[in-house]
């Protein structure tokens, strides 16, 4: 599943519109923990989080995730969303719950973290 594909299953807002939506997703997980994030985190993750600071996109990047997703309709700050469009990560927001949002990626295939 593409990032594309995930917004339109989840009704998501693209808030990093410039970044190229075309990254595979490999694997989803739901987490606010960063350090766990960190010991955890997967290339072409899908990451559900409520966290919306800098050390969010920071993360991600480094775990060259696919892109953040933020539930119940969380708006990141200007500061981090202008990072996450520096770095090229892609952050949807959905009004759906964090477990709504995994429960479509688990549906549509798309495997747990291992």
């Not at 995730?65 to 520096?86: F, N, T, Y």
């Not at 959905?94 to 477990?99: D, G, K």
């Given at each position: ?63 060259d ?22 770095e090229?990560m892609?952050?949807?927001t ?6 709504e949002i ?10 747990a973290?291992?």
């Open positions: 599943m593409k990032v594309s594909e995930l917004q339109k299953l989840i009704g998501a807002e693209n808030l990093t519109p410039e970044v190229a939506e075309d990254r595979e997703i490999t694997c989803g997980y739901a987490c606010d923990l960063l350090s766990w994030v960190m010991a955890h985190g997967d290339e072409g993750m899908a990451w559900v989080t409520v966290q919306t600071h800098m050390n969010v996109v920071a993360v991600a990047v480094l775990s995730m696919a892109c953040i997703v933020l539930p119940e309709g969380i708006r990141m700050e200007a500061e981090s969303l202008q990072k996450a469009k520096d090229g892609t952050v949807l959905s009004r759906l719950t964090a477990y995994c429960g479509r990626l688990f549906a549509q295939g798309v495997p973290h291992e």
